[in-house]
């Protein structure tokens, strides 16, 4: 995942550096191991019922870095549900405005090589709407419609 966004928002002619889920600060490191744990217990629920397979206790063992026991049956409850659901919100909040601020940084410094490539207000306020939170494009802030 990180080296898609790295590609995707790469100045241009350049590698990139973005990482949507960096190792640092410790906080993004923890939320990346948990977004990773979750993708395997949804693995688990949906492709084996729910059944924890030796295959999937091999890989959650590494990921938990604990014993996980196999043939075992998951039954999430409904506060598992809503922790998850906040998680998983929390983490699109923060995805979303980390990739909305490089972007808007990415098109600073296009425009700033081709000033005639685009109109910073109009770009400001496209992904500014696109995002749902103001970002500012070589000097032009967006704003959000009433």
Same mark, same amino acid.
């Given at each position: 995942? %990180?080296?898609?966004?790295?590609?995707? =928002?790469?100045? !241009? *002619?350049?590698?990139? %550096? *973005?990482?949507?889920?960096?190792?640092? !600060?410790?906080?993004?490191?923890? /939320?990346?191991?948990?977004?990773?744990?979750?993708?395997?217990? &949804? $693995?688990?629920?949906? $492709? %084996?019922?729910?059944?924890?397979?030796?295959?999937?206790?091999?890989?959650?063992? @590494? @990921?938990?870095r604990?014993?996980?026991?196999?043939?075992?049956? =998951?039954?999430?409850?409904?506060?598992?549900?809503?922790?998850?659901?906040?998680?998983?919100?929390?983490?699109?909040?923060?995805? %979303? /405005?980390?990739? #909305?601020e &490089?972007?808007?940084?990415? @098109?600073?410094?296009?425009?700033?090589?081709? !000033? #005639? =490539? *685009?109109?910073?207000?109009?770009?400001?306020?496209?992904?500014?709407?696109?995002?749902? *939170?103001?970002?500012?494009?070589? #000097?032009?802030? #967006?704003?959000? !419609?009433?």
């Open positions: 995942m %990180n080296d898609r966004f790295r590609r995707l =928002l790469a100045s !241009p *002619f350049e590698t990139g %550096n *973005f990482l949507l889920f960096p190792k640092q !600060p410790q906080a993004e490191r923890e /939320r990346y191991d948990t977004l990773s744990i979750v993708w395997q217990l &949804r $693995h688990t629920i949906v $492709h %084996n019922v729910g059944v924890i397979t030796q295959s999937d206790a091999v890989k959650l063992r @590494l @990921l938990v604990a014993a996980v026991p196999s043939m075992q049956v =998951l039954a999430p409850t409904r506060d598992d549900i809503r922790y998850l659901k906040r998680f998983l919100d929390e983490t699109a909040d923060r995805s %979303n /405005r980390r990739v #909305g &490089r972007l808007a940084e990415l @098109l600073t410094a296009i425009r700033t090589v081709d !000033p #005639g =490539l *685009f109109v910073p207000q109009e770009t400001a306020d496209g992904v500014t709407r696109t995002f749902g *939170f103001g970002l500012a494009v070589a #000097g032009a802030a #967006g704003t959000l !419609p009433p």
